[in-house]
């Protein structure tokens, strides 16, 4: 029996970057309970790691070092351990988990200077390296793959090129691309990449992931600032053991090797971007169609999350749009943006074009409800900018 609109009401469709939507049968892999020491855990971590460096294209070079907690926790672990006490890094910003990325290498009270683009404009590869000219203490460079505060793309390949040929290190949060772009170490330098289970991967939250370069993470032994999130330590007690250092999150590592499987059979990186790409194609030519305007060029657009510019009409209330929306099914986003009034609708999750579809029906219904007609945007002229 179909579900009732009830019922569908009761469990939304999530278009948004995290949590996201999962399968069932990812959040059915919860309902048993694990121990740590259980062999047969101990073989899932194995694998859950083995395959995580599979996909970097790292096997033979990288390690993955998994650690409780958001996708946060796993970035402060890469800044806290990649980075030497007496490193610099030079901080590549262009919304808001660059500047998280900031925050949280001054609470560490590490060296470092940041490279800032505006949050619609990607990072300037050629700029990174004019920048490592000119500094020549830079030791590390960190920079977001997919930018999600807007949607936007980062040249993550050509700025590891820069990096690599000055002999400086690459650290990148690639939290909401990894398991749908493409990032392969053996063409795009680095030290580490952070991640999550949470986002493109489709686990449930919980656990963050460093994909670490070996040799690297050999030389990081007492860089990092607090014992939970040594990468080191988790590393090399995992690596003697078998084992988490502290309680593992058994439960979100037994739906993650589950949404790992999962990605597998539907063709890995390519065929979960694939899905992610037609995803985002179905939802921009649909809110185009009613009059919006995406922030970004199609050309800068990952097909991730889609920000759009908040319709001028002032009928149009983004709460209550918000809100019907809800009551329909399906939780978008609100904008994160200082560049512009916008909100966000995410491509990634256990989500179809279908599901696309029909969510595009969802907002037509909406809008007619809430009598707006015409959803183009303030002028660009008349627009407030930071
Ligand atoms: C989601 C995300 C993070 C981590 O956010 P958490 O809320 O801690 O999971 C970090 N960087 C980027 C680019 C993200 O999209």
């Known amino acids: ?152 793309l980062n040249p993550v390949e050509a700025v590891a090129a820069e990096v690599a040929r000055r002999g400086r290190r690459l650290l990148i949060d690639a939290m909401s691309a990894f398991g749908a772009l493409p990032l392969d170490v053996r063409r795009v330098a680095c030290d580490a990449v952070a991640a999550s289970s949470n986002k493109c991967l489709e686990g449930v939250p919980g656990m963050g992931f460093v994909i670490a370069r070996e040799a690297a993470l050999a030389e990081c032994e007492g860089n990092a600032h607090a014992l939970s999130l040594d990468l080191h330590d988790q ?69 991730i999350i889609v920000t759009f510019h908040m319709p001028a009409d002032p009928r149009f209330d983004f709460q209550a749009f918000y809100d019907r929306l809800r009551d329909r099914g399906f939780v978008i986003y609100p904008g994160k943006l200082t560049v512009a009034d916008s909100f966000r609708i995410g491509c990634i999750g256990r989500l179809t074009p279908a599901d696309m579809g029909d969510a595009l029906a969802a907002i037509a219904a909406t809008l007619a409800d809430m009598g707006v007609a015409n959803c183009a945007p303030v002028p660009v002229a008349r627009r407030a900018t930071a």
């Open 235 to 303: 590393w090399r007690f995992m690596e003697r053991a078998g084992q988490w250092r502290f309680t593992p999150p058994t439960h979100v590592i037994a739906a993650f090797d589950q949404a790992l499987r999962e990605h597998e059979e539907e063709g890995g990186v390519e065929g979960r971007g694939g899905r992610y790409r037609e995803n985002c194609r179905v939802l921009v030519d649909g809110m185009r169609a009613m009059g919006f305007e995406t922030l970004l060029p199609d050309a800068v657009q990952a097909p």
């Open 1 to 152: 029996m179909p579900p009732s609109p009830i019922e569908r009401n009761a469990v939304p469709l999530l278009l948004t970057p995290g949590p996201l939507t999962t399968s069932e049968t990812t959040k059915r892999a919860m309902l048993r309970d694990w121990g740590s020491r259980d062999g047969r855990f101990v073989e899932m971590n194995a694998r859950i790691r083995h395959r995580l460096v599979e996909l970097a294209g790292g096997l033979g070079s990288h390690v993955t070092v998994p650690l409780q907690g958001s996708g946060t926790f796993a970035v402060e672990a890469m800044l806290g351990t990649m980075l030497p006490r007496d490193g610099k890094i030079l901080l590549c910003i262009n919304g808001a988990y660059g500047h998280r990325m900031a925050r949280i290498v001054e609470m560490l009270g590490r060296d470092f200077v940041e490279y800032e683009t505006a949050e619609d404009t990607p990072i300037d590869a050629a700029e990174v390296g004019r920048r490592l000219d000119g500094d020549p203490a830079v030791s590390h460079v960190a920079i977001v793959h997919c930018e999600t505060t807007s949607g936007v």
